[in-house]
């Protein structure tokens, strides 16, 4: 059974830092993984997809990567501001069972502090 | 407007009674799930859909309902409701079973008194 793992589960910074998300997971036989953004009472923004064969993937200051072959995800985000306060979701999309559901993690909750 | 809506946002109901949580999108999705967000649960599977008329169990079924007579529209309903199933429930739509982004909607807060 997949399992995603989120460290650190809180993380506060002040304001202008790089920084790291991790993500883990136990199966390396994934199609591909995505990172959300969540926001309090709010629903998901997706935020990057990452498919099985690449890399990494960037979208303005943050930047995804992904080994498969050791069961790890990093969001980068760099230059932090308090708009990125949120919590961050990994999850990695798994088999053809389910639909190919999506398997979360349970998110760093990030805060940026002015 | 464009994309996926979920209805209500917010519902208290009793135990034993039937409710129903809408969710419709619009950019004619094949596939559509249903997940409930928990604290120290994550977000689970409740059922998906990979078409009109096709649906299927996820990782907790069990007190659930669901129908798709229309690729637009997926409702969830709990037909006998617990307080187990207070929780914040999701929707999700992608496109097809390619590599696509999932996309949610706003949540619906369920409270069971």
């Known amino acids: 059974k997949q399992e995603v793992t989120q460290i650190p589960a809180a993380l506060s910074v002040p304001e202008g830092e790089n920084l790291v998300l991790n993500c883990s997971f136990t199966d390396s036989a994934i199609y591909n993984l995505q990172w959300f953004r969540q926001d309090p009472g709010k629903g998901l923004t997706s935020l990057l997809l990452i498919q099985s064969s690449q890399r990494e993937q960037t979208s303005g200051r943050l930047n995804a990567s992904l080994d498969k072959s050791s069961g790890r995800s990093t969001l980068y985000i760099a230059a932090s501001q308090p708009g990125d306060s949120a919590t961050y979701l990994c999850?990695?999309?798994?088999?053809?069972?389910?639909?190919?559901?999506?398997?979360f993690g349970e998110g760093t909750q990030l805060t940026v502090n002015p | 407007d464009a994309g996926i809506t979920q209805s209500p946002r917010y519902k208290i109901t009793e135990t034993g009674r039937q409710v129903t949580l809408m969710c419709h999108q619009t950019w004619s999705h094949s596939y559509m799930f249903w997940y409930r967000q928990d604290l120290g649960h994550g977000l689970r599977l409740i059922y998906y859909?990979?078409?009109?008329?096709?649906?299927d169990k996820g990782e907790v079924p069990d007190g659930y309902v669901v129908s798709r007579s229309k690729t637009e529209n997926f409702p969830l309903t709990l037909e006998s409701a617990t307080r187990s199933q207070t929780s914040v429930y999701f929707c999700?739509?992608?496109?097809?079973?390619?590599?696509?982004?999932?996309?949610f909607g706003q949540g619906t807060r369920l409270t069971v008194v």
């Open positions: 999850a990695v999309r798994v088999g053809e069972t389910s639909g190919s559901r999506l398997t």
């Open positions: 859909s990979a078409a009109a008329d096709i649906t």
């Open positions: 999700a739509s992608r496109q097809g079973p390619s590599n696509t982004e999932a996309f």
